[in-house]
Each structure stands twice: as C-alpha cells, then as structure tokens.
C-alpha cells in the first residue's frame, strides 16, 4: 500500500506544487553558493546599494546590499539555510518529544496518561511563543542550534495530544492485543504494531512542525532574539527594522527573506494538505 500512497502524493496536484517549490528553493541555496561563492558577511559596498550595482572590485550585487554594505543575496542564500537547518532542528525535536510522549500515554493509559496528559495540557495552557522568549533572553550566547532545540523544546504538546488520541483507539485493535498475548514487550508493539498505522500522520506532523519552527525562529529573530553569530531570515528581516530599510525604500533587505519564509512555510503547508487529502480518510470519503 506504501507505493500506491506514493502513486496517489504524485497525483496530488497541492503535494507536488508544493514538492516543486521546496526542492527549488533548495536547489538554488545549495547551488548558488558554488557560483558565487563570498561571505554573506563581506562588506563589500556602500549601504543600501541597489539591486544590480557593481562594486569597485567588479563584482555585481544582484540584490542590491545591507545596511551594513553586505551582499544582500549572499545574505539571503546563507540566511534561507540557517532557516531550514534550524526548522528541521526544531521539527525533530517536537516530533520526537511529541511523539514518545503521546505514545506513552495513550498506550500504556492509566497514571501514566495522567500524568503525561498533565504536563501536556500545562505546555499547551502557557503560550510557548513567551516561554520562547523568556528562554533566549537568559540563553546570551545563542547559536542555531540551541534556539532550534528551544523552539522544538516548546512546540510538541499539540501533536502528542493528536498521537494520544490516535494511539489510543488502535490499542484495543485485534493485532495489538494478539503481540500483548504472544508476549511482545510494550516497545516492540509500539515500534511494530502501533506505529506503522501512524507512519504518514507522523511524517505530515513532521512537516508541519518543521515549517512552524522557521517561522518561530523567524518571529524570535525579528525581535531581535534569533541566534547572534549566524545569519538567518529572521535576522535579515530584524537588521532591516533597526536601520529603518523601509523609510529608505530598501525594499531589497527585507522582501526577499519574507518572500522566501512565505514561500517555505506555504510549501510545506501545501505538501502536509495534499498528504491530508490522501492519508485522511474522514476527508476522502
């Protein structure tokens, strides 16, 4: 059945629109690099050049340049990457911490689901975005890393409370309690009776979570609490504010970044929709 899902996501016309756009994207920011390949942190020119000055070194800003006289396409290229990594950073963390908590809960049920569901419940009743805040104010020396496993840190309660649920209605199913009885231990059945039947609701998550950890990291960065010694979107978006681009017109520092967050985010959405429509089947009938 794996390769008809397959067969059915390449006919889904919202999956492979959004399929498109996501490889493009990343096509360009790991080829670009390689034909030109500077420092997104140069300074190079004047500030706020627009888009197709030369340099006095010959070489063509083809979006203009920062505030700081940066290459403004480097910076976006070397920017979009630090987006992903941290996305897909914090996408597997909340995936893997919702994950094993809602497993857990909903299989095993009882005190354990209790007291899981309780610390669920508590995550999702304080809003993550000011425990978020709070964290990388005290953390002064950020790296990608660490903001990407903060953000992962405080995004899973929603989808351990969806696994709960879909964890608990196949517990009692046939097969399961047919490896309780056989003697299966309560990991093997998770790993082998339980979550295969939750394989492509895992893989949607995960895709949602990945593009909801870039814009987290976006929002954070804007405010200017994104990691310090990288260059991200959200960063980007923040040096632009500060030095007031907009009252320029310096278009070219902050609309390609939020045009690029917008395209990623929408992507993703895109694919996790067309997966829904073939993998939900409340939708499909």
Same mark, same amino acid.
């Given at each position: =059945? ?11 016309? %919202? ?30 020119? *004047? ?9 006095? &070194?010959?070489?063509?800003?083809? *979006? ?9 396409? *480097? ?68 790296? =990608? ?21 879909? &964890?608990? =209605? *196949? ?58 010694? &990288? ?52 939708? %499909?009938?």
């Amino acid at each position: =059945s794996d390769m008809n899902n397959v067969r059915l996501l390449l006919k889904s016309p %919202r999956f492979m629109i959004g399929l498109v756009v996501l490889l493009a994207i990343l096509a360009f920011i790991f080829i670009y690099p390689l034909i030109d390949p500077g420092d997104p942190m140069e300074m190079l020119s *004047l500030s706020f050049e627009k888009p197709g000055t030369v340099t006095y &070194t010959g070489k063509t800003l083809v *979006l203009g340049s920062d505030n700081f006289g940066r290459d403004a396409m *480097l910076e976006l290229v070397y920017g979009t990457r630090t987006s992903l990594f941290v996305g897909l950073i914090g996408g597997s963390v909340t995936a893997v911490i919702g994950l094993v908590v809602g497993l857990a809960a909903g299989y095993m049920g009882g005190k354990v689901d209790s007291f899981l569901t309780a610390i669920t419940n508590m995550f999702i009743v304080i809003p993550s975005f000011i425990i978020l805040i709070l964290i990388s104010m005290s953390l002064e020396t950020q790296s =990608s890393v660490t903001t990407a496993v903060i953000i992962g840190f405080t995004g899973w309660p929603w989808l351990a409370r969806a696994v709960r649920g879909q &964890t608990a =209605s *196949l517990r009692n199913r046939e097969h399961v309690n047919i490896a309780r009885i056989t003697g299966y231990s309560t990991p093997r059945i998770i790993f082998t009776e339980i979550l295969p039947y939750l394989a492509s609701y895992v893989v949607m998550a995960m895709i949602l979570a990945v593009a909801s950890s870039i814009l987290q990291e976006a929002s954070l960065a804007m405010l200017g609490l994104g990691p310090r010694n &990288t260059v991200s979107l959200g960063t980007l978006m923040n040096w632009a504010m500060m030095f007031t681009a907009p009252a320029i017109g310096a278009w070219w520092t902050f609309v390609p970044s939020a045009l690029v967050i917008s395209l990623i985010t929408f992507s993703m959405y895109l694919m996790n929709s067309g997966m829904d429509e073939i993998f939900n089947p409340k939708i %499909r009938s």
